[in-house]
Structure formats: structure tokens, C-alpha cells
């Protein structure tokens, strides 16, 4: 079984920067792909980004790109996003998740999920 822990969420002021971190134990880290999605109040969950297994390929949906990178170490068995100018409509849970056998970095139905991090941006 896979286990994802995410952290590094908080109350932020629109155009401060946050980074995010999950990691990931109980299988290797270097054969998933690696994604962040999220999900805002009232609204579905969506795809934020996605990093290929040696971290050397990304992909981000249009209204990050830019602002967010995902980046991964897999030394540490770790996924990161850091977020630059942040914006009051990126308030949201964000989800760390990871699939074994994605072919596609448009990642959309994904095995395994961490529990969130509150992610909270002021305006």
C-alpha cells in the first residue's frame, strides 16, 4: 500500500509564495507518477500538475502555469509544488497523488490520494 502525507499549507496573503511537500513510503517512490490536484469550496476537484517518474517532464493546467512547479526528489521520496503569486482563487484543499501505471501526465483517475492540506489565500 502506498501512503502519501502532505504539509506545508496555510493562510497566505495574495502574491506570497507557499511550498507544498508530500511524501510517499511503503512502495518506490521513483515508479509513480507523481500529481497535485485540488479542490475548492463548492467546486469538483481538479488537476493542478503532474511530473513524469524521473522528474524530467511536468504538467500543468492553464491557470498555474506560470505560478506553480512541481518538482520531486527521489532520494527523499518526495513530491513538491511550490506556488509563486498566489491569488485568492487558488483557496483550496490540495491532494498529493500518485498512480504506478499512468501513461499520461493528464492525469484524471489516480489510485492513491493523501489526506489534503488547507491551503488559504487572502485578498
Known amino acids: 500500500q502506498v501512503q502519501l502525507v502532505e504539509s506545508g499549507g496555510g493562510l497566505v496573503q495574495a502574491g506570497d509564495s507557499l511550498r507544498l511537500s508530500c511524501v510517499v513510503s511503503g512502495r518506490t517512490f521513483s515508479n509513480y507518477v507523481m500529481g497535485w490536484f485540488r479542490r475548492a469550496p463548492g467546486k469538483e476537484r481538479e488537476f493542478v500538475a503532474a511530473?513524469?517518474?524521473?522528474?524530467?517532464?511536468?504538467y500543468y493546467t492553464d491557470s498555474v502555469k506560470g505560478r506553480f512547479t512541481i518538482s520531486r526528489d527521489n532520494a527523499k521520496s518526495t513530491v513538491y509544488l511550490q506556488m509563486n503569486s498566489l491569488k485568492p482563487e487558488d483557496t483550496a484543499v490540495y491532494y498529493c497523488?500518485?498512480?504506478?501505471?499512468?501513461?499520461?501526465?493528464?492525469?484524471?483517475?489516480?489510485?492513491?490520494w493523501g489526506q489534503g492540506t488547507q491551503v488559504t489565500v487572502s485578498s
Open positions: 497523488a500518485a498512480d504506478r501505471f499512468a501513461a499520461t501526465l493528464r492525469l484524471t483517475s489516480v489510485p492513491y
Open positions: 511530473i513524469n517518474r524521473l522528474g524530467t517532464d511536468t
